[in-house]
């Protein structure tokens, strides 16, 4: 399965390799001019080896930004809140998956990532087309549809280490290719 052969790769990454990397994609992303121009940023919290977000979460908070976090429902799709620094998340366990980092505070509702002008998704690769590999858990193929209900048009960038740039990964009727895909050694876009 494609799925976990690049876990098997992240997870043989150390703690140091994933600070080194997350340092040097937050400094690409950051030069990214739709993040430069961006009142609001849905991102995500990286957990274990996925490419680091701390950083550039907080930077973007930094220049002004307002940024939203996901927070998992029952039901797999997401509710967002605010971040307002490391001390506004705590780690929460959804059943036998790994805990995640979610916002604490108030709940914003699922249709909240309507407002931002840029959705940092999560993914496992990215191919030469833009189609983008998830974890197959759907919660951001319900973001991604909920936008395009709503004709929302944000700028969709994934955060990926530079192996996971690859040729083709498998898509679905669903799936939509994403604009950009950010990995330490520089910035590949797709439209």
């Not at 280490?161 to 990964?169: P, S």
């Amino acid at each position: 399965m494609l799925r976990r052969e690049f876990l098997t790769v992240r997870s043989r990454l150390t703690a140091d390799d994933v600070r080194e990397t997350a340092a040097a994609l937050a400094a690409r992303a950051l030069g990214l001019p739709e993040l430069a121009q961006a009142r609001t940023v849905a991102a995500y919290v990286s957990v274990g080896s996925e490419p680091g977000t701390l950083a550039l979460l907080d930077a973007l908070r930094a220049r002004g930004a307002r940024v939203l976090l996901p927070a998992l429902l029952p039901d797999n799709d997401l509710d967002w809140g605010t971040y307002t620094g490391e001390d506004s998340l705590a780690r929460v366990r959804h059943g036998g998956k790994m805990a995640l980092l979610e916002p604490v505070g108030e709940r914003l509702g699922p249709d909240a990532v309507r407002d931002a002008d840029v959705v940092l998704l999560p993914g496992l690769a990215v191919d030469a087309r833009g189609m983008r590999l998830g974890r197959g858990g759907g919660s951001y193929d319900r973001v991604l549809a909920r936008l395009e209900r709503a004709g929302a048009d944000p700028a969709l960038v994934v955060l990926l280490y530079d192996t996971e740039v690859v040729e083709h990964v498998p898509e679905e009727a669903h799936d939509r290719p994403v604009h950009a895909v950010v990995t330490p050694s520089g910035v590949r876009r797709f439209r």
